[in-house]
């Protein structure tokens, strides 16, 4: 690493999730930004995610004109020649490409509301308790004043999450305005139309169909994204925030997780947005306190964790899952599933490249754990299908919450459960092939059946897990288990 030079003469490497305003120290500093294919031909993914960060790049090189030197390259390495400043990137195969590359001095990370500090004079208070998510939202939200009156926390709790916990209305509608669109513009239909002819000519190839780009893709985007969201949309959200419905997947969810892991949106702006809106009468205290701890709490927590946590957290496998991830499932193939839920959150994977957090966890993840998928194939499928995938997003929130490969870490005990929860916080199972409460025979639902099949293989595993002694205690009344497991065993990989 060089040592320190004015920020105003030399030259600020942006890589393609570093788009925002902030990643640069002024307005007159020279940018290098670096465009490679060969990123898109080393790994299939999501034909829209492709296009998202291609056409933000391309937007943020337009906006900066004559200072950006704009490269199309096969390597980072053979364009990206010091003097050079970065900001910490946001991988640990690009801080190691950072690092091996002369004459580039890398600077603290960007687009994170604790700095990394910050987060180690944390970790030096818990002594050998855990990194608690709640304990960390706690002491970011009391060190930045974030809804505070004084040393409390307004309206006397930390965490409404129980507030946040509604079923979806029966109406099968929220009744919200839809999200806030950006118009596609000479630039997407240049990336559209480059896209075509990589993959026409065999040189990559895409998960997903293509569509209308549905997400910010520059800074003025996702402001327009933001507003709309806090004064339309931002009320509704949590009480619906864990329910999904099948018609609906957007509901009132703010759609700021790819704009924002683009780098476009400073996280801290929008948290202290967001409270301006409540501190003026316009919101519910519980919305805008869900949505705060999403960023200022979850976002955060997921990006220390993933540096601090070392390279290995991305391997781990205490459950010892080693079945690889059936073709259905990888290549999105919704027309073969029969389950209604499984079926219409592939379908939306397929077409937008993007579902919300109950979908992710709830139908994805409980899915591939329950069936003993290899947790790094399951984090790696998330990362290419999702337009706001990186590996920092999807090792914490994979191996870590949704498949509990880390063995606690995270999560105090397997996010797993059986049909009842799905048709609780969502309307998929009505007009399902399969019914939330049979465990075996024709109509036996595949979350239901796997839920008790996943507790018998785990249940040594499990065992000295106090919050998981009733479930597993659970499998010793049922008189079917035996045939619920020969038949779980037959469904194999086939599409449910």
Not at 6 to 12: C, L, N, P, Q
Not at 275 to 303: H, K
């Amino acid at each position: 690493m060089a040592g320190k030079r004015s920020a105003k003469t030399v030259r600020r490497w942006l890589f393609g999730d570093q788009l925002g305003p902030h990643f640069v120290d002024d307005d007159d500093q020279p940018v290098l930004m670096i465009e490679s294919r060969a990123v898109f031909a080393r790994r299939t993914f999501h034909r829209q995610k492709a296009h998202l960060v291609l056409s933000a790049m391309r937007h943020r090189a337009a906006e900066l004109g004559d200072r950006c030197e704009y490269v199309a390259a096969d390597t980072y390495a053979e364009v990206a020649r010091g003097p050079l400043t970065v900001c910490h990137p946001t991988s640990r195969a690009a801080l190691g490409l950072v690092q091996r590359l002369p004459d580039v001095e890398i600077l603290p990370a960007r687009g994170f509301v604790t700095s990394s500090a910050e987060f180690q004079d944390w970790t030096e208070t818990r002594g050998r308790r855990r990194l608690l998510l709640e304990d960390f939202y706690r002491d970011a939200r009391t060190r930045l004043g974030v809804l505070m009156d004084g040393d409390e926390p307004v309206g006397g709790k930390w965490n409404l999450d129980a507030e946040n916990r509604e079923p979806p209305p029966r109406s099968g509608s929220l009744g919200v305005p839809e999200p806030w669109w950006p118009a596609e513009d000479e630039i997407d239909e240049q990336v559209r139309h480059d896209l075509d002819r990589w993959e026409a000519d065999g040189d990559v190839h895409f998960l997903g169909v293509d569509g209308p780009r549905r997400f910010a893709a520059t800074a003025h985007e996702a402001g327009e994204v933001l507003q709309h969201f806090l004064s339309d949309r931002l009320d509704a959200f949590g009480p619906h925030e864990d329910a999904m419905l099948a018609g609906d997947p957007w509901m009132a969810h703010s759609l700021l997780s790819a704009p924002m892991n683009l780098g476009l949106l400073d996280p801290i702006d929008v948290v202290r947005q967001a409270e301006q809106v409540y501190r003026s009468g316009a919101v519910r205290l519980a919305s805008t306190e869900g949505f705060v701890r999403q960023i200022l709490g979850w976002r955060d927590y997921v990006w220390h964790l993933y540096w601090q946590q070392g390279a290995s957290y991305a391997h781990r496998n205490a459950l010892s899952a080693e079945r690889p991830i059936p073709k259905w499932f990888a290549e999105l193939d919704a027309d073969d599933v029969k389950a209604r839920c499984l079926s219409t959150v592939l379908a939306d994977v397929r077409d937008h490249g993007w579902v919300h957090h109950i979908p992710r966890l709830m139908v994805l993840g409980n899915y591939a754990m329950q069936r003993g998928w290899r947790p790094s194939a399951v984090t790696d499928w998330f990362h290419r299908a999702f337009v706001d995938g990186y590996d920092w997003v999807m090792v914490p929130n994979v191996i870590g919450m949704s498949q509990y490969a880390d063995g606690g870490v995270m999560a105090t005990k397997p996010y797993a459960s059986g049909g009842s929860y799905i048709d609780r916080m969502s309307d998929f199972c009505g007009g399902c092939a399969y019914r939330p409460k049979v465990r075996v025979g024709e109509k036996a639902c595949p979350f239901t059946a796997g839920y008790w099949a996943f507790l018998h293989a785990h249940r040594e595993d499990l065992a000295g897990n106090h919050r998981m002694a009733q479930p597993l205690h659970g499998l010793d009344r049922l008189k079917d288990l035996e045939e619920l497991l020969v038949q779980e065993a037959d469904r194999g990989s086939t599409a449910p």
